[in-house]
DNA sequence: GCTTGACTCTATAGTAACTATAGAGATTAA
DNA sequence: TTAATCTCTATAGTTACTATAGAGTCAAGC
C-alpha cells in the first residue's frame, strides 16, 4: 500500500510517517517505479506500536530503544522495565508539580475579582510584589 | 549595572535577558561606550515579574499581554481574571491527562517482572497487540 | 488531446523557550 | 605581556511534529 493508504489505516499524518522513516523509528521500504513508498502490514503493525507508545507519552528516543529490544527477543527485558519505571516516575513528578502549580494559582486568582481597574488588580500587584 | 550582575541579582541567565529583550518581553536599554547593556532597578523588578509568571508557567505571549496590562493602570482587569481562569483550566485539564496516563503505565508496569526475556516481556507484549 | 484534481516526492521553515557555540572586542589582574 | 573574564552579535540545536513550496505522476471527465 503507499503511504496515504497506510497513513488512512493508522490515524498518523503522511508526513508523520516520512519523518518517523527519516528519525529510523520506521525502516525505509522499498519504492515503486514512480518512487513512492511502498508498504504492508507489517509496516502498519510498527507504526501502531509507536503511535500506541506516543499515547503513553514515551519519547520517540525511548521507543527507539524499545523497537532495538524487540529485534533481540532472548535479551534480558530488564531494560524495558527500567525504562518503564523511569517514566512512570517522570509522570508522577510532573503531576506533583503541576498539583503545586494549581494551588499556587488558586491562590493567585483568589485576590482579586472583576470590576476593577489594572491598578487594583489583585493579581498583578502580587506579582509585582516579588515576594515568593 | 551590566547584564552579568543582573543576572546574578535574579537567578536568570545572561542568555535568557538578552532572549527576552528581543522578545520584547524587556524594552531595549541604554549602552555604555563600549556597547554594553546598561540597567537599573527598574529593569531587575521587571525581569523578576517575567520570572515569577514563568514559575507559574505562564507562556512569554500572555506575559507579554500582563506587562501590556501593567502599562495602562487605569483599565478594567478582567483581562487579567480572564487569562488565570483559562491558564488554570489548562493546568487541570493537564493534570487529569497525566492521572489517566500514570494509571495505563502502572496498569502497564504489572504486566511484567524482571528476569524475563524480551521475547516473554509482559510490556512489550502488550505494547505490540495493538489493543487499546 | 487537455485540464483538473488527487496523490506522491524532496527540501525547507516554523513552533516554544530557551541553551550553546563561534568569533570578535574590551577590561582587569598577575 | 599574557591570561582570564566579561561583553557583543549571529547562528544552530533541542522535541515532535506541522506546514509550505515546487515538482512529478496518474486517472477521470470534457
Not at 2 to 20: D, F, M, N, P, W
Request: overall charge neutral; some cysteine.
Amino acid at each position: 500500500m503507499k503511504i496515504g493508504e497506510l497513513a488512512k489505516l493508522t490515524g498518523c499524518s503522511v508526513q508523520t510517517i516520512r519523518y518517523y522513516e527519516k528519525e529510523q523509528l520506521l525502516p525505509s521500504t522499498r519504492r515503486s517505479e514512480d518512487n513512492f513508498r511502498l508498504y504492508d502490514e507489517a509496516s502498519a503493525e510498527q507504526l501502531l506500536f509507536i503511535k500506541l507508545c506516543r499515547g503513553l507519552d514515551l519519547s520517540l528516543s525511548e521507543i527507539r530503544q524499545l523497537l532495538a529490544l524487540k529485534c533481540s527477543p532472548g535479551a534480558q527485558c530488564d531494560e524495558v522495565n527500567r525504562m518503564m519505571e523511569a517514566h512512570i516516575q517522570q509522570v508522577e513528578a510532573r503531576i506533583r508539580e503541576l498539583t503545586q502549580l494549581h494551588e499556587q494559582l488558586r491562590a493567585l486568582r483568589g485576590h482579586c475579582s472583576n470590576q476593577r481597574t489594572v491598578e487594583q488588580c489583585g493579581i498583578l500587584q502580587t506579582l509585582s510584589s516579588n515576594q515568593n
